[in-house]
């Protein structure tokens, strides 16, 4: 039985009919030759709901499943998604990352759930780290973020972000050490924190691809407020607005000196260059006006014909075909998915830094998407977690999601047995 009282034969049927009613709308209205065409998208959907809550059942007992299930109904919505842009087909590619975006969920569990063990490796995660960055420096063989092997195209940078998080939630307890340079206390920990953040704008800023710099801001700054805010933290109101103000004049410099292309993005009217810099912008615009609420039917748009259509703009994709109303629901799934751990409060504070940190980096990949998408910010570039298609991207968010869910059942070092401090007291009496 769930925490909430939700039993495993609820929350399955509940995963269930949401799918099935879905493959009924691509039945009734999606763009399709015959109705075989549909059996496999259903055979995939459905096989996986049943597979994967019968290996939950059978797999290890935790605290909590509802993560694991608001994950299976997000993700099989994603591949019910992406198998009707263009005309209803089956996206085999996807499924198969979304699987192994699964299986990377309880692997993420198993190795953040004990925070004593992540914290005495920690160098370990600072040589990962590191490897990744260098893998960018050597293998991409240009200013990029790719690695490209043959057919198949790896984005390190993807697999950076939980590792930072990691780091980022495991020098909590070095607050305690801190000491006072000038006017302000400082912990090596952070120092070094800091240098590894320093070193990630860096390079994102050499490899002129600024779109995922946020979320890396967004986990540091998650643990900056974290630091704050420990229990025994030395700070006073002259660290806040000393942090806010060099925080407010890096953003300004960084607006001011930004390369080319960015500051185009900044100041570019999409209307004035629809077949230039504003041509996704405004396809994407066009495309959810025309879906309204309810949408053109699975597989019945034209914006797929777009670049980036089922990861750049995913949502404006969604929006055409299932309509607002359908692209507003999977993302509450999403943001619902993030909000659990909150909701069963984390039982250390170095879960409570992790799981911030992995909430940081989702949400804000998926407003700059949508925000990107609907011409309130920028186009950046990034992609919806879960949503969009990507391998790199797919796997890093499972993950994310396995450390989200570690929050939620932690472990946590045993005690000595009290026999054995008896017989140490007996000893010590006799001698």
């Known amino acids: 039985m769930y925490k909430n009282g939700l039993r495993y034969g609820s929350c399955t049927a509940i995963v269930l009919l949401t799918h099935t009613i879905m493959l009924l709308a691509v039945l009734l209205r999606g763009n399709y030759d015959t109705p075989q065409d549909i059996l496999p998208l ?26 694991d299930f608001v994950l299976l109904l997000l993700v099989n919505i994603s591949v019910i998604f992406q198998s ?46 590191g490897a990744f960055i260098l893998s960018i420096l050597v293998l991409t063989g240009s200013r990029s973020m790719w690695i490209n092997i043959g057919p198949i195209s790896i984005q390190p940078s993807e697999f950076m972000k939980p590792v930072f ?25 952070m120092m070094i924190l800091t240098g590894a953040f320093v070193v990630i704008v860096g390079l994102q800023w050499w490899c002129r691809d600024l779109g995922s710099l946020p979320t890396f801001a967004a986990a ?10 420990y229990p025994k933290a030395k700070f006073s109101k002259k660290t806040i607005i000393v942090i806010s103000i060099i925080g407010a004049v890096l953003v300004a410099a960084a607006l001011k000196f930004a390369p080319g292309y960015v500051q185009d993005r900044l100041s570019v009217d999409i209307w004035n260059q629809m077949e230039g810099n504003g041509y996704q912008q405004c396809k994407a615009l066009i495309a959810i006006a ?19 259509s089922d990861t750049d703009i995913v949502f404006s994709t969604i929006c055409e075909e299932w309509g607002f109303l359908v692209a507003l629901l999977a993302i509450l799934i999403l943001m619902a998915m993030m909000l659990l751990p909150m909701i069963n409060k984390p039982r ?11 909430v940081a980096v989702m ?16 186009f950046t570039g990034v992609t919806i977690p879960f949503i969009s298609q990507g391998g790199s991207s797919m796997i890093t968010s499972g993950f994310l999601a396995g450390m989200l869910k570690a929050g939620q059942s932690p472990v946590f070092k045993k005690p000595e047995p009290k026999k054995k401090k008896l017989k140490t007291r007996k000893a010590v009496t006799a001698a």
């Open 363 to 378: 949400i804000v990949q998926m407003g700059l998407n949508i925000f990107g998408s609907c011409n309130l910010i920028p």
């Open 220 to 229: 540091y700054g998650c643990a900056l407020v974290c630091r704050l805010c």
């Open 84 to 129: 009707c842009f263009g005309g209803v087909g089956f996206a085999a590619k996807h499924y198969i990352t979304c699987v192994i975006a699964l299986v990377m969920c309880q692997i993420g569990f198993l190795l953040t759930r004990n925070h004593v063990w992540i914290k005495s490796n920690k160098l370990i995660l600072y040589g990962i780290l």
């Open 165 to 189: 998080v990691l780091i980022c939630a495991t020098s909590i307890r070095e607050q305690h050490e801190k000491k006072k340079i000038l006017f302000f206390y400082i912990s090596k920990e």
């Open 348 to 358: 250390s504070y170095f879960h409570t830094t992790m799981i911030l940190g992995c």
């Open 42 to 67: 259903t055979v995939a959907v459905i096989g996986l709901d049943i597979v994967y809550s019968i290996v939950l059942h059978f797999m290890y007992r935790q605290m909590t499943y509802t993560l």
């Open 290 to 308: 025309e879906g309204g609420l309810f949408g053109k039917g699975p597989g019945c748009g034209s914006l797929h014909k777009v670049f980036a």
